[in-house]
């Protein structure tokens, strides 16, 4: 008998010690323990870290676009999701002060067709927006859709892997307690940028024959948020909005053909640049990739006159349920004139 404690510590009293002189044996349970403690610690730490609201200084990411979530039941007229091609070209405020429309920015910064597609399932849990702007640049995004899948379920289960730096600012009473959302975003949603970065647009639009072709995930994405909105009484648009970097005839030659044969409208602002009202000289944050303030205001304008030709919406200007809206406007223009915007 062995009354040494140290090695009394060391054995495995379930596993018969013969085995153990096993080396592939051993590997294999110490893996497996690993895996388990590790597995475990991520959930606890991701129960520790995980915001519990979206105020800014929460750590929530895209906070701008998850304050949708804070904004009152059935109270959003229409949505806007896609990339960030959509996240600085909609500007809801524009079309709030022209058409007195409720309209949200949904798009950020970064989000493929399926994550895009997670986000309309969520909004339609809170509000029943009649029209859903999809921004087409996202379509054709290469993805590895099984590992988008993958990636996706592992941030929503273990959330500290992309709250990781929360222990920086949080409070320890904020850890269990029920997740909510209180902060109400003044730009609806909309990355705001008044930076200007002008391009010379020659050759943009170039007219030829092509059809730059669609990822077979993608296509079968856009079908699945196509029959989502008709389920739910609602129209999908894909809008492409005017990027000298990102669009052309080739890709839009793609979506058209798409459109028609699946039966979904298709706005390309590209092709009606001088209607939208675009200046490249002035209209662009990043030399032609994305719309500043000014661009956006263009584009937007352009949409809330789309939205008012539907005859299906109510201006809510003088409704005090959306007296927050009128507000936000005044919070809006004062972002504005404070960065010089006119």
């Not at 475990?40 to 519990?52: E, H, Q, R």
């Not at 029943?128 to 941030?155: A, G, N, Q």
């Not at 939205?307 to 809206?325: E, M, N, V």
Request: aromatic share 12%; net charge negative; charged share 25%.
């Amino acid at each position: 008998m062995n009354d040494n404690p140290k090695k009394n510590r060391t054995k495995i009293s379930w596993l018969n010690k013969d085995l153990l002189k096993n080396d592939k044996l051993k590997k294999i349970v110490v893996a497996t323990v690993f895996t388990f403690v590790f597995i475990g610690s991520l959930l606890l730490m991701s129960f520790v870290f995980k915001p519990t609201n979206n105020y800014p200084d929460a750590g929530i990411i895209d906070w701008e676009a998850h304050a949708v979530y804070a904004e009152p039941k059935n109270t959003i007229d229409a949505m806007f999701i896609g990339n960030s091609e959509g996240a600085y070209a909609f500007t809801p405020m524009t079309i709030w002060n022209e058409q007195g429309f409720a309209t949200y920015n949904c798009a950020g910064r970064g989000h493929p067709l399926n994550y895009s597609e997670d986000f309309l399932h969520g909004v339609f849990e809170t509000q029943s927006p009649k029209v859903v702007f999809l921004e087409t640049d996202s379509i054709f995004k290469k993805s590895l859709f099984i590992w988008r899948i993958v990636s996706s379920y592992m941030v929503s289960t273990f959330s500290v892997l992309t709250y990781h730096n929360r222990w920086k600012g949080m409070d320890a009473s904020e850890i269990g307690q029920p997740e909510k959302y209180e902060f109400l975003s003044y730009l609806k949603g909309f990355e705001f940028d008044a930076g200007v970065r002008p391009v010379d647009p020659v050759g943009h639009m170039a007219p030829t024959t092509s059809v730059r072709s669609m990822f077979y995930r993608n296509r079968s994405c856009l079908i699945k948020m196509k029959e989502f909105c008709e389920a739910h009484g609602a129209k999908l648009v894909l809008v492409s909005v005017p990027s000298t970097t990102n669009w052309n005839m080739k890709n839009h030659n793609g979506i058209e053909k798409f459109a028609n044969e699946v039966g979904i409208e298709y706005i390309d602002m590209n092709l009606i640049l001088d209607e939208v009202g675009i200046d490249w000289s002035t209209d662009t944050r990043d030399a032609g990739d994305h719309m500043n303030v000014k661009g956006a205001e263009k584009v937007s304008s352009y949409i809330g006159k789309y939205l008012a030709s539907l005859g299906i919406f109510t201006d809510h200007r003088a409704d005090s349920a959306y007296a927050q809206w009128n507000e936000s406007l005044q919070k809006y223009n004062e972002r504005k004139e404070s960065e010089g915007v006119v």
